[in-house]
C-alpha cells in the first residue's frame, strides 16, 4: 500500500487495517470523489481515527489499572465525578458522550484516581450502548478492589437520536450501575446520588 505524501510509516501503524480502501468505497457509495482534492487523505484519517476510537478493544483492565492497585485503611466513599468519556453507538456507528460518575467503598484496598478515567476510556473506546458501559465499569472496580460498594452513574447524549431518527437535540440518557452497600442501603446510595445531583445542578 502506497502511503500519501505528508503521512509517515509510523501514522501508517496507528491505522485500522483495511479501513483505508474501505473508506474509499464509502465515499464513493454515498456519491463522492475520493480522489478529489479535499478527500485524498480522508480514507488514512478515517482509518487512523478509528483505531484510537476503538483502541479499548486492544487493552485489558490490566492495561488500564496498571499497579496502581494499593493497600489501605479505611472504608469512607470515594467519589470520582465528571469522568469525559467518547464512544461510538454500535447501532449505528455514531458517536455517543457525556460524564461518568464513579464511587466507591474500600474493604483495604484503593485504586490511583486516574485509573478511573483510564478504565471509562478502556470500555468506552469500542463500539457500545451506554448500559453495557457502565455496567463494565462497575464490574471492573469490583474485580480489582473486591470493594464493600460500587457505583456507577454516566450521563449521555447520543447523536443517533439527535443527528437522524427523532431528532431530538436536547435529550440525554442517565445509566446506573450499583453493587454491593449501594444497592442493598438507601443511605448509602442517597449519599452518592446527592453528591453527584450537586454536580448536575451546577452545570
Known amino acids: 500500500m502506497t502511503i500519501p505524501p505528508s503521512i ?6 496507528l491505522e ?3 479501513l483505508r480502501d474501505l473508506t474509499r468505497e464509502w465515499l464513493t457509495a454515498v456519491g463522492e470523489d475520493p480522489e478529489r482534492e479535499g478527500l485524498q487523505k480522508t480514507p488514512h484519517r478515517v482509518a487512523k481515527a478509528w ?3 476503538t483502541a479499548g478493544y486492544q487493552r485489558t ?3 488500564a489499572a496498571g499497579d496502581a492497585v ?7 466513599m470515594v467519589i470520582v465525578k465528571d469522568i469525559e468519556f467518547y464512544s461510538m453507538c454500535e447501532h449505528h456507528m455514531l458517536p455517543f458522550y457525556g460524564r461518568a460518575h464513579v464511587a466507591y467503598i474500600p474493604d483495604g484496598q484503593i485504586l490511583g484516581l486516574s485509573k478511573f478515567a483510564r478504565i471509562v476510556d478502556l470500555y468506552s473506546r469500542r463500539l457500545q450502548v451506554q448500559e453495557r458501559i457502565t455496567t463494565q465499569i462497575a464490574d471492573a472496580v469490583e474485580q480489582l478492589l473486591a470493594p464493600r460498594g460500587v457505583a456507577v452513574l454516566m450521563e449521555g447524549v447520543h447523536l443517533c437520536m439527535a443527528m437522524r431518527g427523532v431528532q431530538k437535540q436536547n435529550s440525554s440518557t442517565t445509566t446506573s450501575a ?4 449501594f444497592k442493598e442501603d438507601a443511605r448509602t446510595r ?3 446520588m446527592s453528591a453527584v445531583q450537586t454536580t448536575l445542578r451546577a452545570r
Open 16 to 18: 485500522v487495517p483495511g
Open 61 to 63: 483492565l490490566h492495561d
Open 178 to 181: 450499583m453493587r454491593g452497600l
Open 70 to 76: 494499593f493497600e489501605a485503611d479505611g472504608s469512607e
Open 51 to 53: 483505531g484510537f476510537l
Open 8 to 13: 509517515s510509516a509510523a501514522d501508517e501503524r
Open 190 to 192: 442517597a449519599e452518592f
